[in-house]
């Protein structure tokens, strides 16, 4: 079991995904050596092969990060059989977690966001924003405040008739050291179980709300050297790209995907308050939860 990613139970309603941890003999062996196109190739800093994306001729697709793992994903998405090269590095659940999974959840018709959730008040409430802005500090700080967390990282949607319901993600958040100080003077006992640390930071187990529920407010988080409070703006008709910017996994680009990518951000502009939220640059996470949580309420 890879730690962090919780088994499905009848009724509960996630979408079933077959984890099944192999070889990459059996992988090699398993893919065609003619009849598939490159679709992605990404190279390292340092100019290095770091992940490629391939896709057969039955729709099977092979991610590949260099160093970590292979993973060979179903065209249905039900399926992901993972060889990692070193069963005792984290590095290859997180590439799991964070890559193949979010490429099955296409597959199987949800839509992945860059972005971090919570359950605040029985509802759905999600962070996006660039790099930095906050999204997962935010969620763990409302945590610490009786939230309940969804996701840290990527955040799946699935489009309904009364618009978008949230999944909970890896039961796996990764805290940087000093992040872990401005949540808690309490240590990562506070956020969770310590699974593993390295001298980038600790990766915590924690305890998530696995019920699908619907995304009630969607904030928009963007960094400002200009404001010293921060500041919230309903977005009565955002612009499309501000949530087409936060999508997750841009390898697959059929044009059925690319509908239904923007019908999920027309639904979640319609059914969900979506809040451009300006922040001081400086402003730790905690004051930011707490300003948060008191616009949410007014938002009942």
């Given at each position: 079991?890879?730690?962090?990613?919780?088994?499905?139970?009848?009724?509960?309603?996630?979408?079933?995904?077959?984890?099944?941890?192999?070889?990459?003999?059996?992988?090699?062996?398993?893919?065609?050596t003619?009849?598939?196109?490159?679709?992605?190739?990404?190279?390292?800093?340092?100019?290095?092969?770091?992940?490629?994306?391939?896709?057969?001729?039955?729709?099977?697709?092979?991610?590949?990060?260099?160093?970590?793992?292979?993973?060979?994903?179903?065209?249905?998405?039900?399926?992901?059989?993972?060889?990692?090269?070193?069963?005792?590095s984290?590095?290859?659940?997180?590439?799991?977690?964070?890559?193949?999974?979010?490429?099955?959840?296409?597959?199987?018709?949800?839509?992945?966001?860059?972005?971090?959730?919570?359950?605040?008040?029985?509802?759905?409430?999600?962070?996006?924003?660039?790099?930095?802005?906050?999204k997962?500090?935010?969620?763990?700080?409302?945590?610490?405040?009786?939230?309940?967390?969804?996701?840290?990282?990527?955040?799946?949607?699935?489009a309904?008739?009364?618009?978008v319901?949230?999944?909970?993600?890896?039961?796996?958040?990764?805290?940087?050291?000093?992040?872990?100080?401005?949540?808690?003077?309490?240590?990562?006992?506070?956020?969770?179980?310590?699974?593993?640390?390295?001298?980038?930071?600790?990766?915590?187990?924690?305890?998530?709300?696995?019920?699908?529920?619907?995304?009630?407010?969607l904030?928009?988080?963007?960094?400002?050297?200009?404001?010293?409070?921060?500041?919230?703006?309903t977005?009565?008709?955002p612009?499309?790209?501000?949530?087409?910017?936060?999508?997750?996994?841009?390898?697959?680009?059929?044009?059925?995907?690319?509908?239904?990518?923007?019908?999920?951000?027309w639904?979640?502009?319609?059914?969900?308050?979506?809040v451009?939220?300006?922040?001081?640059?400086?402003?730790?996470?905690?004051?930011?939860?707490?300003?948060?949580?008191?616009?949410?309420?007014?938002?009942?």
């Open positions: 079991m890879v730690p962090g990613l919780l088994p499905t139970a009848p009724g509960d309603g996630r979408r079933p995904c077959l984890l099944e941890l192999t070889d990459r003999a059996e992988l090699d062996a398993d893919w065609p003619c009849d598939t196109v490159a679709v992605l190739r990404q190279r390292s800093p340092a100019g290095g092969r770091a992940m490629d994306a391939d896709r057969d001729a039955y729709g099977r697709w092979r991610a590949h990060m260099h160093g970590v793992a292979v993973c060979l994903v179903e065209a249905d998405g039900t399926r992901v059989r993972c060889a990692p090269d070193d069963p005792e984290p590095k290859w659940g997180r590439f799991l977690a964070g890559q193949a999974l979010p490429l099955a959840a296409v597959l199987q018709g949800l839509e992945p966001f860059h972005a971090s959730a919570v359950t605040l008040d029985g509802r759905a409430v999600g962070f996006v924003g660039s790099s930095y802005a906050g997962t500090t935010v969620a763990l700080a409302l945590v610490l405040r009786g939230a309940r967390l969804v996701t840290d990282d990527v955040l799946v949607v699935e309904g008739d009364h618009g319901r949230a999944h909970a993600g890896a039961a796996i958040t990764n805290v940087r050291h000093d992040t872990v100080r401005l949540l808690s003077d309490r240590g990562v006992e506070a956020l969770g179980r310590e699974v593993s640390r390295d001298e980038h930071g600790v990766r915590l187990a924690v305890e998530l709300d696995r019920t699908p529920r619907p995304l009630a407010i904030y928009y988080l963007e960094r400002r050297l200009d404001r010293d409070a921060p500041a919230f703006e977005l009565r008709a612009d499309p790209r501000l949530l087409l910017g936060a999508s997750f996994n841009l390898a697959v680009q059929a044009p059925a995907r690319l509908a239904r990518q923007l019908d999920v951000c639904r979640i502009a319609r059914t969900a308050a979506v451009r939220t300006l922040v001081p640059a400086g402003l730790g996470p905690v004051p930011l939860a707490r300003a948060i949580q008191r616009d949410a309420r007014e938002r009942r």
